[in-house]
């Protein structure tokens, strides 16, 4: 072969290689593209859990002081309940003696 052959021979060649590594860079460009919109889409499903689990957590800690609040208020009307069962007793067995004294007295219960 002479030196022209040779030559155009040889731009082939490095025109084939060119093509070839551009071809290979531009695979490497997506897959990095790719990768980055992965880890983007990951980082947003993490950003989101942890907002949901901020709002439940918040919730959780409401719903506990109203729990805490609810439990009180029973215990309120429980002593309440007790101590107006206890006035009741009390006026009952008053109103007993009452109409007792009334019959001693002489006079009709009524």
């Known amino acids: 072969m002479d030196a022209a052959t040779l030559g155009a021979v040889g731009t ?7 093509a070839a590594a ?6 490497g460009a ?11 889409g990951y980082s947003t499903l ?5 907002e949901e689990r901020d709002k439940v957590r918040a919730q959780l ?3 506990e002081v109203r729990l805490a609040a609810a439990y009180a208020e029973l215990a309120s ?11 009741i007793t009390a006026l009952t067995t008053e109103n007993t003696l009452l ?9 009709q219960p009524t």
């Open 30 to 40: 997506n897959a990095a593209s790719q990768s980055g919109a992965v880890l983007g």
């Open 99 to 107: 109409r007792e004294r009334i019959v001693e007295l002489g006079g």
């Open 22 to 27: 551009a071809l290979i860079g531009h695979r």
């Open 61 to 63: 800690a409401e719903n």
């Open 12 to 18: 082939i060649v490095v025109g084939l290689a060119a």
């Open 46 to 50: 993490v950003d989101n859990l942890q």
């Open 77 to 87: 009307e429980r002593a309440n309940k007790a101590a107006l069962q206890g006035q």
